[in-house]
């Protein structure tokens, strides 16, 4: 025992002599909007990344890096805070009034002195307001004035990269620096056939479509249409990395590259899955990660983010204010350090979207280990890509989506369908060895017991109110956006009501059995 103690005494100890080594890093922490675990450090052939991959080989590449929601509002409070989604109360929720008691780690540094700022999109959508009721500064102040061309209409005209260096322009030389950059790619929509025509690509490039999607030229050239915006935003982060070694400030700068969540198309983003959560994810910081090329098996869950943003910041945790986070640090893996291996995370979801009854949520918990992942959905009678009859408003409106409703409707025996939007069992167990893309679900597997008792016990350690029979409070919290609040009856009385991220042609014309 004593011989252990001090282990953990010189392992603290050399982990503190390596950050004073490296000293304050400045952050760059860059976040896409809807994509997954597509790029070319991954060996995705039809997702060009050289910017992503730089930071993977002269980092870290991480190939199990899970956010615990899938859905861009409660994922990024994950980020921010250092919490589950189920601890975070309102901030569970898409389009939220985010809780006051919780402080994010941009908050955090900004008191201590640090400049911090983003670029278009930073926690959202939602309202942030502090208990006086005024507006909070999650990511800093915002850098949003330089545009350029898209090089689609549905790619939004921020110069991302030339924000960055005009937030650059006005930092003091002597004080480190955070920046958030938010890009929106690769959200939907897309201009149907840029991969190709404006991409060069083929659509023999992909070389595997997903087993729950038909295999056609309309899908493929949907996800290569999602590959050319992942793109534009690896571009931008590309002139990010040359402007820091421009100003020499690339040597001590922790860039961190990822994405919110899964892409957007039907059984990925706005679900709780092995597709839906999971992220790619790498890390660069010359002077502070030790044996860089290194690829990273551990799982790696996004409430890590916080406890490793706070640490390199040379900050103690009971310093911030922050309530307290089950997120360990990632510096043990930029150091090279002996760790105990994570070897599973934890997913959920509640309310994402509206489209429901009574503005009810779709509620998941769900564990993934590298074999496997269970999944409870506790209310299997609900719809879980939201109501056939308001356009399914839970899956963001794509040709993907819209082929497959269609395809459905022609044929109501149609397994993609199914597969997508169809009813769920309570129980879902996946064999990820045998069944990768999750089709055959196996719910009386010997393994969903042992897996089930384990979810339980780390989600009561952690708080979360569906543990104690409370879910429902979840469906109760209020909406930030009036618009939504009885969306479903206000829509199914024929009042005028706002969805644009659904396709008229999506809803339902009479019930789905």
């Not at 922790?254 to 994405?259: D, K, M, N, P």
């Amino acid at each position: 025992m004593l011989r252990c103690l001090f282990l953990s005494a010189a392992l603290v100890l050399s982990v503190h002599t390596a950050l004073e080594a490296a000293a304050k890093p400045n952050i760059l922490f860059a976040i896409a909007d809807d994509w997954g675990p597509h790029a070319s450090a991954y060996g995705t052939r039809w997702v060009r990344t050289p910017a992503f991959d730089r930071v993977a080989k002269e980092g870290l590449l991480f190939k199990n890096a899970y956010t615990p929601n899938a859905k861009c509002a409660p994922s990024r409070a994950c980020i921010l805070t250092g919490r589950n989604s189920w601890q975070l109360k309102e901030a569970a929720n898409h389009i939220c009034y985010f809780p006051p008691e919780f402080k994010g780690w941009g908050e955090v540094l900004t008191e201590k002195g640090w400049n911090v700022g983003y670029t278009q999109k930073g926690w959202g959508p939602g309202v942030a307001n502090d208990a006086e009721g005024k507006p909070r500064q999650m990511t800093g102040t915002p850098w949003n004035k330089r545009k350029a061309k898209p090089p689609t209409p549905d790619i939004v005209n921020n110069d991302y990269a030339a924000n960055f260096a005009d937030f650059l322009d006005v930092v003091p030389g002597e004080q480190p620096w955070c920046f958030w950059y938010g890009a929106v790619e690769p959200h939907r929509g897309y201009e149907f056939g840029s991969g190709v025509k404006k991409g060069g690509k083929r659509l023999s490039d992909i070389d595997h479509v997903p087993h729950y999607w038909p295999d056609n030229e309309v899908i493929r050239h949907d996800m290569l249409d999602y590959a050319f915006e992942v793109e534009h935003f690896d571009r931008h982060l590309g002139r990010m990395i040359e402007e820091l070694e421009k100003r020499g400030m690339l040597e001590n700068t922790l860039v961190i590259v990822t994405a919110d969540h899964g892409m957007p198309f039907p059984r990925s983003k706005g679900n709780a899955n092995v597709q839906a959560n999971h992220v790619p994810f790498a890390a660069m910081w010359k002077r502070g990660i030790a044996n860089p090329g290194r690829v990273i098996d551990d799982f790696i869950s996004f409430i890590d983010l916080a406890p490793t943003f706070v640490e390199v910041a040379g900050l103690k945790w009971r310093e911030t204010g922050m309530p307290e986070s089950p997120g360990r640090s990632l510096t043990d893996l930029f150091f090279d350090r002996p760790r105990h291996v994570r070897d599973h995370v934890l997913l959920g979801k509640e309310r994402t979207d509206v489209g429901r009854p009574h503005d009810e949520g779709y509620p998941i918990r769900a564990i993934v280990r590298h074999d496997s992942v269970l999944i409870e959905n506790f209310e299997p009678s609900r719809w879980p890509g939201g109501n056939p009859e308001t356009g399914y408003m839970d899956c963001d409106a794509g040709a993907t989506k819209s082929f497959i409703i269609d395809a459905h409707r022609k044929n109501p025996q149609d397994r993609f369908w199914q597969l997508c939007f169809g009813m769920r069992q309570g129980i879902e167990f996946y064999d990820l060895k045998a069944d990768p893309d999750f089709m055959q679900n196996m719910p009386d597997d010997p393994r969903v017991a042992r897996m089930r008792d384990q979810l339980h016990e780390e989600l009561k350690t952690q708080g979360d109110p569906r543990m104690e029979g409370k879910g429902d409070v979840f469906d109760k919290y209020e909406h930030a956006s009036e618009a939504n609040v009885g969306f479903y009856e206000k829509f199914m009385r024929g009042e005028p009501v706002k969805a644009g991220w659904i396709s008229p042609t999506d809803i339902e014309p009479k019930p789905v059995p």
